[in-house]
């Protein structure tokens, strides 16, 4: 049961769970970016929001997707999004840049500029990520 914040009005897993509390519209994200950012970001929107139990929040930096916890964080940068997923197991190749051991998990890094950088691939990590948390 998820559960939304007075203040900001986020929805989330669980009550009283800590979060960066602020009202923040997803254009601030994307003001000044590359007009087709933000047409990956809607493709994996539409890919991951229909996920059972998948709750979207957005911060002033990054918006946050979570299940029970957070499985995937999307970063608009100055010309590409960085998307950050985990995993049971390291993935040294590309296209993830960097994999990083956080406890019992890896923290992982794709950048992507254009649709085509939109594999298969990426989705069947996401869907790794939304199942292991």
């Known amino acids: 049961?998820?559960?939304t914040c007075p203040k900001c009005e986020r929805e989330l897993p669980k009550p009283g769970q800590r979060h960066y509390c602020a009202r923040v519209g997803l254009d601030s994200l994307f003001a000044g970016?590359?007009?087709e950012l933000v047409l990956v970001f809607d493709k994996i929107l539409a890919e991951v929001a229909d996920w059972e139990g998948v709750l979207v929040g957005i911060t002033p930096n990054c918006i946050v997707f979570t299940r029970r916890f957070?499985?995937?964080v999307i970063r608009?940068?100055?010309k590409e999004l960085d998307i950050k997923f985990y995993s049971k197991i390291?993935?040294?190749e590309k296209p993830v840049l960097k994999s990083t051991a956080l406890?019992?998990?890896f923290e992982n890094h794709i950048r992507v500029a254009v649709l085509d950088d939109l594999q298969p691939t990426l989705f069947a990590y996401l869907r790794e990520s939304y199942r292991l948390l």
């Open 33 to 35: 970016r590359p007009p």
């Open 76 to 78: 608009p940068m100055r």
């Open 70 to 72: 957070t499985f995937l």
């Open 90 to 92: 390291a993935h040294p």
């Open 1 to 3: 049961m998820s559960w």
């Open 103 to 105: 406890g019992t998990k």
